[in-house]
Structure formats: C-alpha cells, structure tokens
T-cell receptor, first 113, second 115 residues
C-alpha cells in the first residue's frame, strides 16, 4: 500500500526566509511523487513532480524537492518565502502512471511580513 | 485549454435529497477522476474513468453514489439520499494518460453542504 505523511500540519515563516515542508512516503513500488498547492477558494495546482528521473526536481514559483529513497522522503523547499506562498500544500504519491493520487493530510504555510 | 470546470460551485441541500454534480474535463483528456475533500484533510480518491469506462471505485463510494461518463467527455456524480456526512468538497480532475506530461489537472470543486 502507498501512503504519505506530512510531518507538520502548520508551518509559519517570515517573508524572505527559507521554507521547508516535510513529507515521508511509503510505497511497495517505485513511486511517482508530487507536490500540489491549494490557495483559498482555488483549485489544486501542481507545483512539481518526481517520476524516477533526476532526484532534485524544480517546480514553479521557485520551489524544489529532493527525492531521497534511503530516507523515503520528498521534502519541499524554497530559498525565500513570499507572501503569496501562503496556502495549503499537499504531498502526493501514486504508483501507476495515470492512476489515483494518494494525498497527505496537508501542511498549511503561513508567511509573516 | 479552458481548464477543468465544475458545476455547481456550491450546493446546499437537505438530508435525504438527491444531488448531482457535473464535471467538464480539459478537452482531449481521456481520464477523469473524482475526489472528495473534507475540512482539514487531503483529497481522497473516489473513482476514475478512462474514456467512458469506469476503471476503479474506492470503498468510499457507497451504493448511494454513482458516477457516469456516458460519452467519454463530461461526467456526473450523483449522491442519493444525502447524509450530513456527505458534506465535503467534491473535486474533479482530468489527465491525458501516457502523455509525456501525464498530470492530473483539478477543477475548482463543488462544495456540498447537507443540512
């Protein structure tokens, strides 16, 4: 079975400081991993995805994530937070291309001025 | 590419009533997915279609729930005899499977409130 655990339900950072959102996964097979972002009253938007190519994945808006098989982790980072980054972030796993997505519980990111 | 659209955006109903939601995927996308998201949780998979065939259903999809995609384009999700526990955001996504950019694109969701 596949699952993801987002280690923090809420993260608060100051504008201009680094962001780290943590995600651990469990999968019996080689997974595909994603990060999606959900702004209030807006649909889920794909930030980035890992599909067994480069382990360091760059996404939109300056976000990136590193796949670490030995640690079963896929943490999301950004060097410098912006106020517009405040949103809910979901770590997601799937094992089948085009198959169902399995979401983590979400991490709410707050950015203080 | 106009994105995935869902209607209605909000639905308030009384317990015991039937409701139907519609999802229009991105044109040419052959897969369509339904998810449910309750407050403070991540979305949970309900079912998905490839063209008009329903390929997988979650155990979350009780007998009161039925989904269709009759012509392989738009889809409907019907809930019969609604219960308060059905209150949630219902999300639709679509993708073009086996394409180099096989990614699920989500609609804005339909928020259901059962009184």
């Amino acid at each position: 079975a596949q699952s993801v655990t987002q280690l923090d339900s809420h993260v608060s950072v100051s504008e201009g400081t680094p962001v780290l959102l943590r995600c651990n996964y469990s999968s019996s097979y080689s997974p595909s991993l994603f990060w999606y972002v959900q702004h209030p009253n807006k649909g889920l938007q794909l930030l980035l995805k890992y599909t067994s190519a480069a382990t360091l994945v760059k996404g939109i808006n300056g976000f990136e994530a590193e796949f670490k098989k030995s640690e079963t982790s896929f943490h999301l980072t950004k060097p410098s937070a912006h106020m517009s980054d405040a949103a809910e972030y979901f770590c997601v796993v799937t094992i089948l291309q085009g198959g169902k997505l399995i979401f983590g519980q979400g991490t709410e990111l707050s950015v203080k001025p | 590419d106009t994105g995935v659209s869902q209607n209605p955006r909000h639905k308030i109903t009384k317990r015991g009533q039937n409701v139907t939601f519609r999802c229009d995927p991105i044109s040419e996308h052959n897969r369509l997915y339904w998810y449910r998201q309750t407050l403070g949780q991540g979305p949970e998979f309900l079912t998905y279609f490839q063209n008009e065939a329903q390929l997988e259903k979650s155990r979350l999809l009780s007998d009161r729930f039925s989904a269709e995609r009759p012509k392989g384009s738009f889809s409907t999700l019907e809930i019969q005899r609604t219960e308060q526990g059905d209150s949630a955001m219902y999300l639709c996504a679509s993708s073009l499977v086996l394409s180099p950019t096989d990614t699920q694109y989500f609609g804005p969701g339909t928020r259901l409130t059962v009184l």
